[in-house]
């Protein structure tokens, strides 16, 4: 089988998992910019991850034959203080040529706050003036009904965003519609202790269809899982589907959004 | 809007079956974890903690016989107001709702 990892955080992954990856048929990974577990301190510190995603990060993983693709923002844990997210957003453009840059991401919300509202607002004009795609973090547990809708919102209001060219991640059963509906693209997370497991992935995909979905593990360094995504084919193998559909699911759908970055491209060992 | 197509492999009826088989074991073990938690919470008398008082609202609706457990359970759980917050609480989330004021 062969797919793609639309969402990991490499950075905090060793190189056996980029092994393990490409042997369960990894074909490319894409990594959002996120929070490092702590709070970065000036722009400085971001303007050495953005190098590090954008520069390092693809050289360590061209060492296992894997294209890497990144996203780049400051993240919503980090938006409270405005003076430094907006140092750090007017750094974003001059890396958004660098080649393995696919868009703005992920942005969005963590406590619904009016702080990150305001720097998720912002990022949403850089990817606009900029032509970027936008992918969309949604808060965790008791947070993500509400975040889901304000994100919805922002979204719809800001007239020069495209549906189709934003991905909001981190959907589960009682947000996957309401983004579905607004002609957005959903990602479903798959954790072990929190956002979906594969069997509710695999729940949701047959409720909703299959339509603007991507799965991914959105692995980092808590706990998480760098082959979840290939564990969610296999619970759709035990249900009978067939490989076409594992493929549409899980390399063809992510394949459809990303591509409308043009420097997602994929070799010809991919290409079928 | 077109009709979903079948994710099912044709002749694929074996599988539907088998999600009892491979799914019942792990399934009552997550459930007897939930009232071994809500015994425990209960002996060391923290069980009026809002989280506890949440999780047994959302067992009702997981009793109650109708579809969309799941969703129904999650937005039992989530934060119902809808306007953005003046401040933040702090970084992390609970996992049930708490009300601000
Ligand atoms: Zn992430």
Known sequence: ?272 | MPPTPTPRAAGAGPASAALVDLGFVPTRAKLIEVAAFLDRVERHGVADDYRVEALRNAVRLLADGQPGRAQRILESLSDPTTVPDEVSTGKAAYGAYKSRT
Request: glycine fraction near 6%; proline fraction near 6%; aromatic fraction near 8%.
């Open chain 1, 1 to 272: 089988m062969r797919y793609i990892e639309p969402h990991g955080h490499m950075v905090s992954r060793t190189t056996d998992d980029y092994e393990a990856m490409v042997l369960a048929g990894c074909q490319a990974v894409c990594e959002p910019a996120f929070w490092a577990g702590f709070d970065r301190t000036s722009a400085d510190g971001f303007r050495d991850y953005f190098r590090q995603i954008t520069e390092y990060e693809p050289a360590r993983a061209a060492k296992f034959l894997l294209p890497h693709f990144s996203w780049l923002c400051i993240n919503p844990k980090e938006a409270e203080d405005l003076a430094l997210a907006a140092d750090v957003v007017a750094l974003i453009p001059e890396f958004l040529a660098k080649p393995n840059v696919l868009g703005i991401g992920e942005i969005g919300l963590n406590r619904n706050t009016r702080n990150e509202l305001k720097v998720l607002e912002w990022h949403i004009d850089v990817a606009v003036k900029h032509d970027q795609l936008i992918l969309v973090h949604t808060p965790h547990l008791e947070d993500k009904l509400k975040g889901t809708q304000l994100i919805v919102d922002v979204l719809k209001s800001h007239p020069g965003v495209k549906p189709g060219r934003v991905i909001i991640d981190h959907v589960e059963e009682h947000t996957i519609t309401r983004v579905l509906d607004h002609g957005f693209w959903a990602g479903i997370t798959l954790y072990p202790d929190s956002k979906s497991s594969p069997p509710r992935a695999v729940d949701m995909v047959e409720i909703t269809g299959g339509e603007r979905l991507w799965l991914n593990s959105a692995c980092d360094w808590g706990v998480s899982d760098p082959l979840a995504v290939p564990k969610a084919a296999l619970e759709m193998r035990r249900r009978g589907y067939s490989a076409d559909w594992i493929d549409r699911m899980l390399y063809r759908n992510p394949l459809q959004f990303l591509s409308q970055c043009p420097k997602f491209r994929l070799g010809e060992a991919s290409a079928g």
